[in-house]
């Protein structure tokens, strides 16, 4: 299975400070023509949702405060301007094969 | 807006069975992927099972191999996870989710809100 590690675990931030997180896989996330690595974040008492798939695509409706970027077996998610509706859980996901697999999560903290 | 909901979880004794239905009837069901994915309490989601959009593939993490099976009904537009043998580490809320684009599994992009299920003694 691909294992993935997120940093940090928790991430405490002042609002309008730039939060940067990383995701690692075990194994290159690259399919072909695309990289399989999806965020979401899991708000306080909510189901998860989709941030950005395809390492760097965002999600219909989410803010362009949220980039993602990376290649191969190290991604980040950047948020800029952080805002208080941003805490939560931050969790990657890679979707290269079965079964797919999570990173630890990261939580956002203000 | 595509939502999908989920039901049929419930507090059962080790070795029994539950089974969870998902169903949605807003978008195009039958042309898409869906996944079953988990959540243990204070943990982080774990994906369990996926079936592609006309059933003919299916995929399930080890754990759950053997004893969980998920099917669809796509004259019904619901999914289903059919859960035998029930372990108490099976205990979590399971989400219902549907994928991104049709006709091959992309993700998901859509996520229910979740019906618990608790295996205790």
């Known amino acids: 299975d691909i294992v993935m590690t997120q940093t940090p675990l928790s991430l405490p931030v002042t609002p309008g400070e730039t939060a940067s997180i990383s995701c690692r896989s075990s194994q290159s996330l690259f399919d072909g023509d695309h990289g399989t690595l999806d965020w979401y974040l899991q708000k306080p008492g909510q189901s998860p949702h989709l941030l950005i798939y395809?390492?760097?695509y965002r999600a219909s409706g989410v803010p362009d405060r949220f980039s993602g970027s990376g290649s191969g077996t190290n991604f980040t998610l950047n948020i800029n301007r952080v805002e208080a509706e941003d805490v939560g859980v931050y969790y990657c996901m890679q979707r290269r094969e079965f079964p797919y697999t999570f990173g630890q999560g990261t939580k956002l903290e203000i | 807006q595509v939502q999908v909901v989920e039901s049929g979880g419930g507090v059962v004794r080790p070795g029994r069975s539950l089974r969870l239905s998902c169903v949605d009837s807003?978008?195009?069901?039958?042309?898409?992927?869906m996944h079953w994915v988990r959540q243990a309490p204070g943990k982080g989601p774990e994906w369990v099972a996926s079936?592609?959009?006309?059933?003919?593939?299916?995929y399930y993490v080890d754990s759950v191999k053997g004893r969980f099976t998920i099917a669809r009904d796509n004259s019904k537009n619901t999914l289903f996870l059919q859960m035998n043998s029930l372990r108490v580490e099976d205990t979590a809320v399971y989400y219902c989710?549907?994928?991104?684009?049709?006709?091959?599994?992309?993700?998901?992009?859509?996520w229910g809100q979740g019906t618990t299920v608790t295996v205790s003694s």
């Open positions: 989710a549907k994928d991104r684009l049709p006709h091959n599994f992309y993700g998901m992009d859509v």
């Open positions: 079936i592609s959009y006309d059933g003919n593939k299916k």
């Open positions: 395809t390492i760097s």
């Open positions: 807003r978008f195009s069901f039958s042309s898409f992927g």
